[in-house]
């Protein structure tokens, strides 16, 4: 019987070896042309606000529709990339053109007609004012002696 040694990194190295064949696979790369791509957004709550930051790199501004309806915020557009085909050379080009949608559902207190919206360096920033009713109210509590 042969003695096998124990190698506790082999699976991560199988798992490693496994997804290097994954990202390189014909159907990954044809992906890269022209496809939907979903942006990545950062989303924060302050006492008197929502903040929505999408990354929108390379997407020009009029490209951009921002709508709120029925307690849904939706952001959608698309983006273009410049598709050249180099003969001699070999040419990759990885960054994501295509269409883009993103949807969030908005809490009840969220102000959607004061909503405001703008662009700078390739981030759109969304401001949502909260109602005025929904801001919160401290309450005293008494001692009941």
Do not use: C
Request: net charge negative; proline share 5%.
């Amino acid at each position: 019987m042969a003695i096998q040694r124990y190698r506790p990194l082999s699976l991560l190295d199988e798992l490693q070896r496994e997804m290097s064949t994954l990202f390189h696979s014909p159907a990954l790369e044809s992906s890269f042309n022209s496809e939907e791509w979903s942006p990545a957004v950062d989303i924060s709550e302050d006492t008197d606000r929502f903040v929505i930051h999408a990354d929108l790199p390379g997407v020009k501004s009029e490209d951009i529709e921002v709508t709120a309806e029925n307690g849904v915020l939706t952001i959608k557009g698309q983006r273009e990339s410049n598709k050249q085909e180099n003969k001699d050379n070999y040419r990759r080009i990885e960054r994501f053109s295509g269409s883009f949608i993103r949807r969030f559902t908005l809490p009840e207190r969220a102000d959607l007609d004061n909503i405001s919206a703008k662009t700078r360096d390739g981030v759109l920033e969304l401001t949502i004012p909260k109602s005025a009713e929904a801001k919160p109210r401290r309450i005293e509590v008494k001692v009941d002696e």
